[in-house]
């Protein structure tokens, strides 16, 4: 508002400040985010000048200041502005006749002099009638004694502020960190003289009128800039001439050297950042010139002192902080936010995740960063610990899933921390320090104990070769992450979560995250803007913080404990008998249940004599793997004794180096609980007498019998049945029906399933895609193990596939660059220039591959390298894929050793007997026929249905060597260790 226009009229607006005893700032009422303003001096009026940089008062200046400060801060003026000339220095002053109030508006000049704050300068704008009225007033307080006017000896000097050396200026007298040791937690009352911007601000700490410039802990608002000036930068009282300051800090609180006082001019001019205007102005509105309380929390070595500011507004107290970035204004850094309480740093955080999401002010062009986490909602339960696979990761069983169902155990990653990793021996990855530790914490607390678990977010996490997080590709798999909490009523279980009760969903008790992070067995996870976390996170930082001062776990400067365990399940069959000894000095000893093999045979470990051992019980036996009620005998145990402090009684061990023996857990025996829920066998011709409990042993098995549970269903009193024959017998095998797609050789090749749903919905899709030019370079990277669109060499028709291998330097320089891919639905392979690959649309993205890897079952066939390979590749080719028939495949065993497919020949594998739904046609017999396979005799005598089926393909591969078709061309060949096993059949011409 210029001088010129405003004069002669009156004008309303608010005031801001009041930097004197007779000057205040008033800005416009217009609805902006930064009105007009300008400072004005009260008309024929002259208050005691506040003392200059280092210098001193005027008596009853800082008295005359506070009444007029009290009386109009912030409050609603209408103000007429007179016409002044100029000074000497060539600056012009603005006059003007204030007005406080609505109707009954009293002139503020006239409300100074009458209570003796200022004295009467008569000016020539003014009229004679309001000149003598103030002369009158003046002349009432002067009798009176008010003010400045006091009557009272001494008065005069005892008005004048004694005030100490400034921090600002870096004068000695002052120590911030001093300072902010001795108050911390205290609050001490202030009167805000600057506001440099919208998170640092300049005040009075009273009642000792020290000088410093504040840093608003936890925020940090844009910066105002620097301006262009030919002075030193700092001042030292509220009335400097630069009253908004002049230096920049950057980042927030570390001092740049305008802020250590500029020893000399400087004229560099940097304008201020986006929203920092704003960012003062909102400050300036709610603290400048205003009472506030100030919670100091550390000092700087520039005399800087970093705290809460709390203001008041309209009777609610609020903190600075909160406000500013609520509005978008300020943004949370860390440095000075871990001084707080958790409650202001939970809230300063909100806060800011919700002025970004709403992009309000500095946020407005905000771009949250990629993440490949995801909330997961509704997912709260409650179940019993299972199993600890580490110090991050537990198995749960969820309470309200049926014990047989597959969901039944849910795998739950601890929320925002991060263990140390236990390794993996098979590919040399070492355990790291205090692993080991952390999850025999986590064991003893957890195992078999009844947790409620709070899910929270799941994260995609790529494996093996693919470098590419956000690709869905067979490489990634999604991990859950959740917080977990042991019951309330638990005592002594450590640190007690900050969630007080089970309102709002959220369990109380014990969080276990924040029990391993406490205790230094964990980290707090540093994640990014907008990534997931945890809802106790400020809990696990300040659980962090405390483990780091105490010297816990990790954080100790000293040596973890030496663990030395030493593996007898890959020692020789030698060495196991070597140290039954050991075991069998006491009857019983403690061990541990590291892993259930099998519903009889585990892995324990056994502290006492240092060593882990192969253990399998005395005369219990339970179904192999992959026969009926296998599985449910190993879901038994793993409920009952894994990772469980058990006793075991070792009697022997077997030629294959597995101890056998009994074991108890809280004094049950588990062989007899596997007997009685019908899920085992007792093969008393073991010596039962040499069997501990076997009396309860057979009691159990025969309860189960008469019950009928179990692999006892078809129980027939006094029919005896060969153990584990009627069930192996009974089982049925699954049929496939499917087409062969591709032939690698060897004996592999993929099929596709006839009539699955999926693969038509996927072919179909395909076939409407409408697929446009060739990306440009440089917009698809596609990177190996990532999905794409490939357009098939031999019919040019889109399918999807999987990047095997990417040119030379990562990505495509040229269009011709080739990229070999593997076709999931067919599971052939090629290579292909980059203008024949498109991304691929969602719709088709997730849905996993059609092609599945075969193999054939009991047979032996030469690789692509080997004598007879080419040709017994192209031999099944022909029976094959000629004339595309159908096939029944009788899926005779699953070879899961390939781990998850990642490319071509890889992956899980079908063994397979392949029959030609046509002709009945056995393609395995065809091939030894043939002489391009030979029988795989390693497994011959596993089952009686294996050796049957051996059998029968035996003629078949007789009848080559008979006829020195093949690989039998030059007569029977060199057999390998797999045939070293005695023939079942006679040789020929011999009876």
Not at 410 to 417: D, K
Not at 797 to 824: C, H, L, T
Not at 886 to 908: H, L, M
Request: hydrophobic share 35%.
């Amino acid at each position: 508002m210029a001088a010129a226009a405003t004069q002669g009229r009156w004008l309303r607006g608010r005031v801001k400040a009041v930097p004197s005893g007779d000057t205040l700032v008033i800005m416009g009422m217009a609805k902006a985010d930064i009105p007009p303003e300008k400072m004005v001096t009260l008309a024929s009026v002259i208050a005691p000048r506040l003392a200059r940089r280092d210098g001193v008062d005027e008596p009853f200046a800082w008295e005359s200041r506070e009444f007029l400060r009290k009386l109009c801060i912030g409050k609603e003026v209408t103000f007429l502005s007179h016409a002044s000339p100029p000074t000497q220095s060539g600056m012009q002053r603005e006059f003007a006749t204030v007005l406080l109030g609505g109707s009954t508006a009293q002139n503020v000049s006239k409300l100074v002099v009458a209570q003796g704050w200022a004295k009467v300068k008569e000016q020539k704008s003014e009229s004679k009638e309001d000149v003598a009225e103030l002369l009158r007033l003046e002349e009432q307080a002067k009798e009176q004694g008010l003010g400045k006017w006091s009557k009272v000896p001494g008065a005069s000097d005892a008005a004048i502020r004694n005030l100490p050396p400034s921090a600002i200026g870096g004068y000695s007298g002052f120590d911030a960190f001093d300072f902010a040791t001795r108050n911390k937690g205290r609050s001490i009352q202030a009167i805000v003289e600057q506001v440099r911007d919208g998170s640092a601000i300049r005040v009075y700490l009273l009642p000792e009128f020290q000088f410093v410039q504040v840093f608003v802990a936890g925020v940090q608002s844009p910066s105002m800039g620097r301006r262009a000036v030919s002075e030193n930068i700092a001042q030292v009282d509220g009335s400097s001439d630069k009253p908004n300051g002049a230096s920049k800090a950057e980042p927030h609180g570390q001092p740049t050297s305008a802020q250590k006082v500029a020893s000399g001019p400087t004229t560099v001019e940097v304008a201020p950042d986006p929203f920092g205007r704003e960012a003062k102005h909102f400050t300036e509105l709610r603290t400048l010139h205003r009472d506030v309380r100030f919670l100091p929390e550390t000092g700087d070595r520039f005399n800087n002192l970093t705290g809460s500011i709390y203001y008041d507004d309209a009777g609610e107290v609020k903190n600075l902080a909160l406000e500013l970035a609520k509005n978008g204004l300020a943004k949370y850094v860390e440095w000075s936010g871990k001084m707080l309480e958790e409650k202001d740093k939970r809230e300063l955080k909100a806060a800011e995740l919700e002025a970004k999401k709403n992009r309000m002010r500095m946020w407005t062009n905000y771009v949250p960063p990629v993440t490949n986490s995801k909330p997961i909602h509704d997912q709260n339960f409650t179940g019993k610990v299972v199993e600890v696979v580490s110090g991050d990761c537990i198995i749960v069983a969820d309470d309200a899933v049926p014990s047989g169902s597959q969901l039944a155990e849910r795998r739950v990653n601890l929320s925002s921390i991060r263990c140390p990793k236990m390794g993996n021996p098979r590919t040399g990855e070492g355990r790291e320090n205090y692993a080991r530790e952390a999850k025999e914490f986590l064991r003893q607390k957890l195992i078999g104990r009844q947790v409620n678990v709070c899910m929270e977010y799941s994260r995609k996490i790529p494996v093996g070769d693919n470098t590419n997080p956000g690709a869905v590709t067979a490489d990634s798999k999604v991990i859950d992450f959740g917080s977990v909490f042991l019951p309330p009523q638990a005592k002594g279980e450590g640190v007690v979560s900050s969630v007080p009760s089970t309102t709002g969903g959220q369990p109380a008790g014990s969080n276990v995250a924040e029990m391993l992070v406490v205790r230094g067995y964990a980290d707090a996870v540093k994640h990014r803007d907008f990534e997931e976390r945890s809802s106790y996170y400020d809990a696990l930082l300040a659980a962090e913080s405390k483990a780091i001062a105490n010297r816990k776990g990790k954080h100790s400067s000293s040596e973890p404990p030496a663990y030395h365990i030493q593996d007898l399940t890959t020692a020789s069959a030698k060495k196991t008998k070597d140290f039954l000894p050991f075991l069998q000095r006491s009857r019983r000893m403690p061990a541990v249940v590291d892993y259930v093999l099998s519903g009889h045979r585990f892995k324990l470990v056994i502290p006492k004599e240092t060593c882990s051992i192969a253990f399998s019980l005395s005369g219990v036996r339970c179904p192999g793997r992959g026969e009926p009620y296998s599985e449910e005998a190993i879901a038994l145990m793993r409920r009952r004794i894994l990772q469980r402090d058990v006793e075991i009684e070792v009697e022997t061990v077997d030629r294959n180096g597995t101890f056998l023996g009994s074991l108890w857990e809280s004094r049950t025996n588990m062989g007899a609980v596997l007997l009685q829920a019908g899920l085992a066998k007792f093969q008393a011709s073991f010596g039962a007498d040499r069997i501990a409990d076997s009396h309860l042993l057979a009691q159990a098995e025969e309860s189960a019998k008469r019950q009928k549970l179990k692999i006892w269903e078809n129980y027939v009193e006094g029919q005896e049945v060969a153990n584990g024959s009627a069930v192996a017998e009974s089982r049925k095998k699954e049929v496939l029906k499917v087409v062969v797609t591709e032939v690698l050789g060897g004996g592999k090749f993929y099929v596709q399933t006839v009539g699955d749903k999926m693969v038509a919905s996927i072919q179909q899709q395909l076939a409407s895609l409408d697929i446009g030019e060739a990306p440009v370079l440089g917009s698809f990277n596609p990177k190996k193990g990532d999905l794409v669109l490939a357009q098939f060499s031999a019919d040019n028709s889109w399918n999807r596939a999987m990047i095997v291998n990417v040119p030379r330097g990562g990505i495509a320089q040229s269009q011709k660059d080739e990229f070999e891919v593997f076709y999931i639905d067919y599971g052939n392979q090629e290579l292909l220039p980059y203008s024949r690959l498109r991304p691929v649309p969602p719709s088709v993205h997730s849905a996993p591959g059609s092609a599945q890897l075969c193999s054939l079952a009991f047979l032996k066939v030469p690789s692509l390298e080997e004598d007879y390979g080419q040709e017994a590749a192209e031999y099944f080719s022909e029976l094959t894929l000629s004339s595309s028939p159908e096939f029944n495949a009788v899926i005779e065993e699953r070879d899961t050793s390939g781990g998850k497919a990642k490319g071509q020949g890889t992956g899980t594998v079908l063994l397979v007997s392949l029959v030609n739904e046509g002709t009945s046609s056995n393609i395995s017999a065809a091939m030894l026929t043939a002489g391009l396979a030979r029988l795989e005799k390693r497994r011959r005598w596993d089952t009686k249905e294996r050796k049957a089926a051996f059998d029968e393909l035996e003629e078949f591969q007789q009848e080559a060597k008979t006829s020195r078709s093949g690989m039998w061309q030059y007569g029977d060949i060199q057999s390998d260790d797999e045939d070293s096993a005695p023939s079942t059949r006679k040789p020929a011409g011999k009876r």
